[in-house]
């Protein structure tokens, strides 16, 4: 315990041994520090001696774990906000916050090129955690000044919501933040919540209860096991953008689109389709019932400040 917080603490141990791991105490404690790299990867809590074959890859990997450290020391990260859209009325109605590195070197840096390692070495529930509280906080003056009714919709991955304190961390920076349980929709995968029904079964009633709502991200790419639809306070449906992606030529993709809608109608769940990018994908998903929309056709990720003049012009004036 410290303080009033409980802290969950592992070790993780690279071990280098003179002279195979190094010649001089300098190149003892890099190749140290790459095998305790090597642990980490795996998933940390544990040990490694360092061998000569864990090379350049590994060297390059480490070099990027501790850039992805350095930047949440030093506030390199942004939260960007994409849009998702009134289908019927093109009205912004919620925003998607979606993480940015802007790198001191290599400028804008886009999740695809950190994210999967920050993922293998348990940085992301960190990362997470910072873009729920800085979006609760902007987003939260929004709502103060004009917009009662914007959303937040935040991304998490299945190693945060399998944590035992997942809810109570989630609720904390809610209560720190003043931010408004039923402006927040949380978005998680079919596999997170597959991995134990059970757990999640609990977990998710427990922030429905607080007003927060559930959305299935990349929803009809993992399981599809429909009868957790049943069990579960799940209120929107995310078709995912490579359904939406090839609509317009593959009548496949077009049929999953068809089926996710109206199972969704059925069901009385709302429906998001993600990357949605031409007029004709957006008229196909709005005659479909499709209520919102997510996609560069209405604009890509923005910092928070493009955002709010957008929510501040009407919604016949939205550049599209």
């Given at each position: 315990m410290l303080g009033?917080?409980?802290?969950?603490?592992?070790?993780?141990?690279?071990?280098?041994?003179?002279?195979?791991?190094?010649?001089s105490v300098d190149e003892l404690i890099k190749n140290a520090d790459t095998a305790m790299y090597h642990?980490?990867?795996?998933?940390?809590?544990?040990?490694?001696?360092?061998?000569p074959s864990m090379g350049v890859a590994d060297s390059n990997r480490i070099h990027l774990e501790r850039e992805i450290r350095k930047a949440l020391d030093h506030g390199e990260f942004k939260v960007f906000y994409q849009p998702q859209i009134n289908a019927k009325t093109n009205e912004v109605?919620?925003?998607e916050a979606l993480v940015r590195w802007e790198h001191p070197t290599r400028g804008l840096v886009f999740?695809?090129?950190?994210?999967?390692?920050?993922e293998e070495t348990r940085l992301m529930s960190d990362i997470s955690e910072w873009v729920l509280k800085t979006a609760c906080s902007e987003v939260q003056s929004w709502i103060n000044n004009g917009h009662p009714n914007i959303r937040l919709s935040v991304n998490f991955s299945a190693h945060q919501v399998e944590h035992p304190r997942f809810v109570d961390r989630l609720l904390d920076v809610l209560q720190e933040n003043n931010f408004p349980s039923e402006n927040l929709e949380i978005e998680i995968t079919e596999n997170a919540i597959m991995n134990d029904l059970e757990q999640m079964t609990k977990k998710l009633n427990r922030l429905a209860e607080?007003?927060?709502?559930?959305?299935?991200?990349?929803f009809g790419t993992g399981y599809s096991s429909l009868n957790y639809l049943r069990q579960l306070p799940i209120h929107t449906l995310k078709v995912d953008q490579s359904f939406v992606k090839d609509i317009e030529e593959t009548m496949g993709d077009a049929c999953i689109v068809n089926a996710i809608v109206n199972m969704a109608h059925g069901l009385k769940l709302n429906i998001v389709a993600e990357g949605v990018e031409t007029e004709t994908q957006l008229d196909y998903l709005r005659n479909l019932g499709c209520q919102e929309i997510q996609g560069f056709y209405f604009g890509k990720a923005e910092p928070g400040s493009h955002v709010l003049q957008r929510l501040k012009t009407l919604p016949d004036r939205i550049a599209i």
């Amino acid at each position: 315990m410290l303080g009033e917080h409980e802290a969950f603490v592992g070790v993780s141990i690279g071990i280098s041994i003179f002279p195979v791991g190094g010649e001089s105490v300098d190149e003892l404690i890099k190749n140290a520090d790459t095998a305790m790299y090597h642990v980490k990867s795996r998933g940390k809590d544990g040990y490694q001696f360092f061998s000569p074959s864990m090379g350049v890859a590994d060297s390059n990997r480490i070099h990027l774990e501790r850039e992805i450290r350095k930047a949440l020391d030093h506030g390199e990260f942004k939260v960007f906000y994409q849009p998702q859209i009134n289908a019927k009325t093109n009205e912004v109605i919620g925003v998607e916050a979606l993480v940015r590195w802007e790198h001191p070197t290599r400028g804008l840096v886009f999740p695809g090129e950190f994210l999967p390692l920050a993922e293998e070495t348990r940085l992301m529930s960190d990362i997470s955690e910072w873009v729920l509280k800085t979006a609760c906080s902007e987003v939260q003056s929004w709502i103060n000044n004009g917009h009662p009714n914007i959303r937040l919709s935040v991304n998490f991955s299945a190693h945060q919501v399998e944590h035992p304190r997942f809810v109570d961390r989630l609720l904390d920076v809610l209560q720190e933040n003043n931010f408004p349980s039923e402006n927040l929709e949380i978005e998680i995968t079919e596999n997170a919540i597959m991995n134990d029904l059970e757990q999640m079964t609990k977990k998710l009633n427990r922030l429905a209860e607080h007003g927060i709502t559930i959305a299935i991200d990349d929803f009809g790419t993992g399981y599809s096991s429909l009868n957790y639809l049943r069990q579960l306070p799940i209120h929107t449906l995310k078709v995912d953008q490579s359904f939406v992606k090839d609509i317009e030529e593959t009548m496949g993709d077009a049929c999953i689109v068809n089926a996710i809608v109206n199972m969704a109608h059925g069901l009385k769940l709302n429906i998001v389709a993600e990357g949605v990018e031409t007029e004709t994908q957006l008229d196909y998903l709005r005659n479909l019932g499709c209520q919102e929309i997510q996609g560069f056709y209405f604009g890509k990720a923005e910092p928070g400040s493009h955002v709010l003049q957008r929510l501040k012009t009407l919604p016949d004036r939205i550049a599209i």
